[in-house]
C-alpha cells in the first residue's frame, strides 16, 4: 500500500471518529439564525433568533455524547457560535472562535461536530462575531453524568436554565459604532432573565414552576456584555453543587455573584408557602443597582410575590470573600469514575509563568485594551488555519509579548497576540488587573485550578497563598480592581485556544490572544486534522489543502 493511500485511511478514519467517538450516541440539531423582534427590556429592538427563540434553544447533552448542530446564517453578516467551557478534546476546529474558524458567510451553513468528552456540568454557548452576542444568539448548554456516574445528590425534580444578563436598548450595530469610534459602551439599560423582566403586576407568567416539598436544581449563567450579577432567590436559599464542570462542596448561599461569562449549579428546595415568589438579578459594582425579576410559582399556589426584594450585597470586598468559600469536592467523581481530588494539581513543578496584565490606552486617539503592552486585532485568515497551512509567518508571530510586562506599560502596539506553549507543560497564569474596573476572563479548551485572588501586586512569594488543595477547576475567572489571580494548568490539549476578556468591549477592542500548543509527534492521538467541511478564508482561500499532518 503507497503513503497517500496510507495517508488518506488515516484521514478517513480521524473524520469517522469525529463523528461517530466509538459508538457514543450522537444528538443532532438544525438551527436557523435570523433576526427578529425582541423586547428584554419592554423596547422593541433588533435581536437574533435561534429558531424563532430568544434565548436560543437548550442544548441537552450526556457526558461523550457526539454533538452535531448544523447552523443557517440568515443573517446579512457573517456569524459564529463559540461553545464556552466545552473542551473540545483534539478537535480546536468546533471551538468557534475567530482564531480557528472563519465565520459563517451570509446565507450559508456549518456544521459543527464535537464530542462532550468527560465532561459534565453547565455551560452555555454564545456569538463572537461583531456584536452580535449583545443581540442574542445565545443559549444553554448541559452535560448530564453518565447513568453509571453517581452524582453527590439526590436527582432533582426538575433541572432549569436561568440565562440572566445586562442589556443595551442601542443594538448590536450601534453597539459596534459606538467601540469602532473609540468609546467604551457606559452602562446597561437593564437586566433580563431569560430574555424578560417581571412586570410585578400580578400578570407575570412564571419563568419556572416548583411543587412544594421538592428541590430543583437551576443552572445559572451570566451570558451579559460586561457586568456581573448578583442572582438571589426570594425566601429561598441556594445549595451549591456545581460551577463550570466541577462538583463543588456543597455550601448553602443567600445570593450569589456571578461574574460575565460565568455559570453556577445549585439545588433550591421549594419548602416555603405555596405561592409566587421571585428571583432577583441585579447588577454588581454599578454606581446604580439595576434589578431584574422573574416569577418562580408553586404548583397550587396561591399569592402573589412580595414587593420586598432580597437585598444585594455591597462592595467588591464582598465578593472576593465568597470566592475564597467555593472548593472541589474532592469526594465526587464527575465525568470519569474515580474522584476529583486523585489529581494532585498541587504536587506538579510549575514550568513556565505568564503574567498578563490588562491596560486601557489611546490608540491614533481611540479606546484600545490591551495585555502586556498589546492589543489583539482580529485577521481575515483565522491562526489556526494559518498555522495549518504553514504560513503563520503571513498572520502572525509568536511569543510577541513577554510572560513578565514591565511596571508601567506606555507605549501600545494592535497585532496578534500568540503564545507557544509546549505539549503537558504545568502553566502558571497570573492575570493582573492594574485598573479599577472588574476583569473576567476564560480560556478555551481546558478547564484551570484558580488558586487565589487577592489584592495588590503578585510576586513569588504569594504562592503561598494558593489554595494547592481543593481550588475549583473551571474555565472563567474574576479579577477584582487592582487586584490579581493566578490560575494553574496542564497544557496538553492541542490546538489554537483563545485566552479572552469576558467584558464584550474589552474583548472586541484588544483584550485577548490565543495559545497555540502544538503535537510534537504529529498523532492524532494528540490532535485530529482538519476536517473536510472546514470553511476557508483569507490567505489560505485559494491554496491547495495540505496533506493531513497528523498520523
Known sequence: MDPLTIITMFFLWARLMLTVQGGDPTITFEWKVTYGTISPLGVPVKGILINGQFPGPNINSTTNNNVIVNVFNNLDEPFLLTWSGVQHRKNPWQDGVLGTNCPIPPGKNYTYK??????IGSYMYYPVTAMHKAAGGFGGLRINSRLLIPVPYADPADDYTLIAGDFFNKGHTSLKKVLESGRNLGRCDGVHINGKVAKGDGNDEPLFTMEAGKTYKYRICNAGIKTSLNVRFQGHTMKLVEMEGSHTVQNDYESLDVHVGQCFGVLVTANQEPKDYFVVASTRFTKRDVIATGVIRYNNGKGAPSPKLPPPPAGWAWSLNQFRTFRWNLTAS??????????????????????????????????????????????TTPLKLAEYYNVADKVFKYDNIPDDPPAEITKVTMEPIVLNMTHRNFVEIIFENRETAIQSYHLDGYSFFAVAIETGKWSPEKRKNYNLLDAVSRHTIQVFPKSWAAILLTFDNCG?????????????????????????NKSLK??????????????????????????
Open 526 to 551: 494528540d490532535e485530529y486534522n482538519m476536517p473536510d467541511g472546514a470553511l476557508v478564508c483569507g490567505v489560505v482561500e485559494s491554496m491547495p489543502r495540505p496533506l493531513p499532518p497528523y498520523t
Open 496 to 520: 489554537m485556544w483563545n485566552i479572552r476578556s469576558e467584558v464584550w468591549d474589552r474583548r472586541y477592542l484588544g483584550q485577548q490572544l490565543y495559545a497555540s500548543v502544538v503535537s510534537p
Open 114 to 119: 464535537f464530542q462532550v468528552k468527560d465532561q
Open 334 to 379: 464527575a465525568a470519569r469514575p474515580n474522584p476529583q481530588g486523585s489529581y494532585k494539581y498541587g504536587s506538579i513543578n510549575i514550568t513556565r509563568t505568564i503574567k498578563l496584565a490588562n491596560t486601557a490606552h489611546k490608540v491614533d486617539g481611540k479606546l484600545r485594551y490591551a495585555l502586556n503592552g498589546v492589543s489583539y486585532v482580529e485577521q
